[in-house]
Each structure stands twice: as structure tokens, then as C-alpha cells.
């Protein structure tokens, strides 16, 4: 007849195993019945392709080992021991002690991030059954999966994209399953940044404006009928608490500007006396004052910044141009000079149309 050895105690074994240890001749069959209901034998597990198997196994001396232990595995297990002469039975009551949380870490944590970045604030727990973990923000709002702004992750750590300075505050992470609480704080300051004026990523710029005479410039702010006494220094401060910001624009008033004109508008032909130099006027007017140039008749120029409209030509005869250039337009006038016969010098005008480049 079968016989069943006095169970171990009542309480869940480390290594997740419940004895049957029973005796007989023949030797009996042992058989389980889980709190759920489940009989489990070697005959069922040999069976079921594997399935039941990779959460019991029942070994030959009749222990039953569990792969893993939860809440759910909790309950009264009776072991069957049975031959042909008869049956014992045997029932243990299993209490499964569970693991509350723990935050690794657990301390009250400061951080600091500036404005616009993200704050990455870790919380990985770990407990039986595992953890649930959810955040109370500074606003008493809770967070448990992921919104637009705050990303929880996997291991239950949460990023704060686009930080502000209403984001600043303290922040709760807790971690719970049914054996209890842990908690983890942390303390969040946001630091503004600076201001920026027009873009400029700098906390001083300096610019210089030019504006024209009468007219209007706009530096922010509009400027009407702009005066010489105009030309100033105008400052623009930005303040925040992150900083200070500030944007000098230097402003340069002058005349208006004029392109070249010849006070003479006409070509002109000069006959020059023989033998005797020949000076070529070409007087100009603008704003700002134009460079003049000279064109020989041989096509070779003379520039670079000349000033005055004045041009010895010595005795040559030919054709001379006379150029004026500055910011604002170009033009020229052709100069035709002939050496006479006779010593007397005469400049005839012959056409009114300079050429105009502009």
C-alpha cells in the first residue's frame, strides 16, 4: 500500500519545488492537483508536446518544481500517491511571499537642464511581481504611457522634450505591484536662456546702418524724415531671467546720393595748337563724388580712383573718353582732339548724348 511522508512546511521554497516523498510495493504513481484544479502526472506532461511542461515539472520522487512562482501560484496542492493496493493523499498550503518594489537609487535627486532641451530622469525598478511604474508630475497630473511631450520608457525612466519653465518642479516616480510601494523623487530646475534679438545668438551686436537723407529707415521702429542730427547709437535690450541680450545699431545718416553727371553733357571736339600740350576738362558732379577715368586713343585706360576731371594729353591727336563712376551709375563722354594748322585752340561741341551705363 502507498504512504506519504509528512510534507515540509507551508511556505514557498526558493528554488520553487514541493515534496511528495511517498512509499509502497509496488511503488506507487504520484500525482498532482494544482490550486487551479490541473491534475499533473508524468503521463499528462509526457503528453502535452511540452506546453504544461515549461511551467511544472514533476520529477520521479514526486517533487513538483515550478519554473516561476507568482501571486497566481499561491493555494493548496495535494499530491496523490496511488498503486494497486491503494491511494494516500497529501495536501500542502503554498503561500507565495512576493518581492515589493525597489528603485535602484532610491534618493532625492536634483537636475538641471536649460530651456528648449530635454530632461532624462531614471527610474528602473525591480520587485516580484515586476513593478508597474507610473510619474506624478509638478502639476499633480500622472503620467502612465507615453504623451506628446513626456516619453516613458521601457524601463520606466521619462524624457521631457522641449522643457519649460512651467516644467520646473518636483517629479514622483513610483513603482508598484501587489507587495507595495517604492518611490523616487526628483527636483527639477529649468534655466531660461537668454534672449534673442533677430536671430542674433550673441548677448552683444553691433551693427552699422546707413540711411539716406529725408528718408525712412526702419530699425525696429520706423524712422521719419531722418535728420544729420539722426546719427546715433540705438541700443535694444532684452532681458529674461536667463540673461540679458543686447543689439547696437550704429546709424549714419548722409546726403542723398546722386549718380555722375557732366556739367558739360555734350561730346566735343578740341583742335589743339601744334607743337603745344592740350588739357582735356571733364568736370563731374555726384554723391558721392565719382572717380574719373581716361581712355587714350590707343584703348589704354587710366583709373584707379582719379579724382579730378582734368587730363594732359600733350600733342596727340585721336579720340579720348572721358569716364565717371561711383556707387550709384556710370557714364562717358567722347572727346575728339585735332591738331590745326594754325596756333589757336577751338572746342566745338558736336552731340548731347553721353553714353549712360547704368
Known amino acids: 500500500m502507498a504512504g506519504l511522508l509528512p510534507p515540509s512546511p507551508g511556505f514557498w521554497q526558493t528554488k520553487h519545488t514541493v515534496d511528495c516523498k511517498a512509499s509502497g510495493s509496488p511503488a506507487p504513481e504520484i500525482s498532482w492537483s494544482l490550486p487551479d484544479g490541473t491534475v499533473i502526472n508524468n503521463a499528462m506532461l509526457a503528453d502535452d508536446s511540452g506546453h504544461r511542461s515549461r511551467r511544472y515539472v514533476l520529477f520521479d520522487n514526486g517533487t513538483l ?30 503561500t507565495v511571499v512576493m518581492a515589493a518594489p525597489q528603485i535602484k537609487h532610491n534618493y532625492k535627486t536634483h537636475m538641471q537642464v536649460k530651456a528648449g532641451d530635454v530632461a532624462l530622469l531614471d527610474c528602473e525598478a525591480v520587485g516580484e511581481p515586476k513593478p508597474k511604474i507610473f510619474w506624478l508630475l509638478p502639476s499633480s497630473d500622472m503620467i502612465s504611457s507615453s504623451t506628446a511631450r513626456h516619453l516613458l520608457h521601457v524601463n520606466g525612466s521619462l524624457s521631457v522634450s522641449r522643457v519649460k519653465l512651467l516644467d520646473a518642479g518636483e517629479y514622483m516616480c513610483v513603482a508598484r505591484n501587489p507587495g507595495g510601494d517604492d518611490t523616487k523623487l526628483y527636483k527639477l530646475d529649468v ?25 525712412k529707415k526702419q530699425i525696429d521702429c520706423r524712422i521719419r524724415n531722418i535728420r544729420p542730427s539722426d546719427t546715433a547709437e540705438f541700443i535694444c535690450v532684452a532681458r529674461n531671467d536667463g540673461g540679458e541680450s543686447m543689439l547696437v545699431v550704429q546709424l549714419e545718416v548722409v546726403e542723398m546720393l546722386r549718380r555722375p553727371t557732366f556739367k558739360n553733357p555734350f561730346n566735343e571736339k578740341i583742335i589743339a595748337k601744334p607743337g603745344k600740350a592740350t588739357t582735356l576738362n571733364c568736370s563731374v558732379d555726384g554723391n558721392p563724388p565719382p572717380d574719373v577715368s581716361w581712355m587714350l586713343p590707343n584703348g589704354t585706360w587710366f583709373s584707379g580712383g582719379i579724382k579730378t576731371s582734368q587730363f594732359l594729353t600733350g600733342t596727340k591727336a585721336g579720340r579720348y573718353r572721358c569716364a565717371a563712376r561711383n556707387k550709384v551709375g556710370y557714364i562717358e563722354k567722347l572727346l575728339i582732339v585735332e591738331v590745326a594748322n594754325r ?16
Open 191 to 215: 534655466v531660461a536662456k537668454p534672449p534673442i534679438i533677430n536671430g542674433l545668438h550673441m548677448n552683444k551686436t553691433i551693427m552699422t546702418v546707413t540711411a539716406v537723407r529725408h528718408s
Open 65 to 94: 518544481y515550478l519554473n516561476k512562482a507568482g501571486v497566481t501560484e499561491g493555494g493548496d496542492y495535494t499530491c496523490y500517491a496511488q498503486n494497486t493496493l491503494g491511494r494516500d493523499e497529501m495536501t500542502i498550503h503554498v
Open 343 to 358: 596756333e589757336y585752340q577751338i572746342r566745338l561741341p558736336f552731340g548731347n548724348v553721353p553714353r549712360d551705363l547704368q
